[in-house]
Nanobody, 125 residues
């Protein structure tokens, strides 16, 4: 079974940067599509970004395009989400997930089979 563990969350000021890491174990993460999702208090979970296996494609939620970058670190079996120019609207519990469905990645969370525990990101003055 693929296991995913997130880290890197914290409390930061608007405009700051954070890097979230999704460390995978049990199976090589490069064989899975990986997505990052977030859920703000009182709101539904939404997709933030995804990366396909072997980096065939990436996708980003429109509100984070140009600010967030998803990238694999295959040597460490990790997928990182580099976040810059953070805004209060980016606040939420960020969770990574993996899909074993072949093809390009999508931001549709129903395609993802394995989920991590989540890490809190708070952007506030």
């Amino acid at each position: 079974q693929l296991r995913l563990v997130e880290s890197g969350g914290g409390l930061v000021q608007p405009g700051a940067s954070l890097t979230l890491s999704c460390v995978c174990s049990g199976l090589p993460q490069e064989h899975f599509n990986i997505g990052w999702f977030r859920q703000a208090p009182g709101k539904a979970r939404v997709a933030v970004s995804c990366i396909s296996r072997y980096d065939v494609n990436t996708q980003y939620r429109k509100s984070v395009e140009g600010r967030f970058t998803i990238r694999r670190d295959n040597a460490n079996n990790t997928v990182n989400l580099y976040m810059t120019d953070l805004k209060p609207e980016d606040t939420g519990v960020y969770t990574c997930a993996a899909s074993n469905i072949p093809g390009t990645c999508t931001l549709w969370e129903d395609k993802y089979n394995s989920w991590g525990q989540g890490t809190q990101v708070t952007v506030s003055s």
